[in-house]
Nanobody, 122 residues
């Protein structure tokens, strides 16, 4: 499966963005999905994950209550709604797919999108 992330951009602190990740070459409902992010000099970190059915989701503590992951299997798309953005949310965001129902570790994901840059300004 190929993943294409979009929706990144420049936003002021306190604002919102919605990231999208479209899949092709596979059926998205066969995969658990996740969002990760990375800043220069740091390892990629887990942000949110969602099960194949969409019935279960998990979030990093740093984004819990502000970010929401969702999926529309019929449209082969996964979303990350980001509200109340903070300066520290600035990063390149990656969507990823796993054959597991879902996961929180980078190594559990075998398919990755190209990343989309989110910049939060003061």
């Amino acid at each position: 499966v190929q993943l294409q992330a979009s929706g990144g951009g420049l936003v002021q602190a306190g604002g919102s963005l919605r990231l999208s990740c479209a899949a092709s070459g596979g059926t998205l409902s066969s995969y658990g999905l996740g969002w990760f992010r990375q800043t220069p000099g740091k390892e990629r970190e887990f942000v949110a994950g969602i099960s194949k059915s969409g019935g279960s989701a998990s979030y990093a503590e740093s984004v819990k209550g502000r970010f929401t992951i969702s999926r529309e299997n019929a449209k082969n798309t996964v979303f990350l709604q980001m509200n109340s953005l903070k300066l520290e949310d600035t990063a390149v965001y990656y969507c990823a797919a796993t054959y597991r129902d879902w996961g929180t570790e980078e190594a559990q994901y075998g398919y990755w999108g190209q990343g989309t840059l989110v910049t939060v300004s003061s």
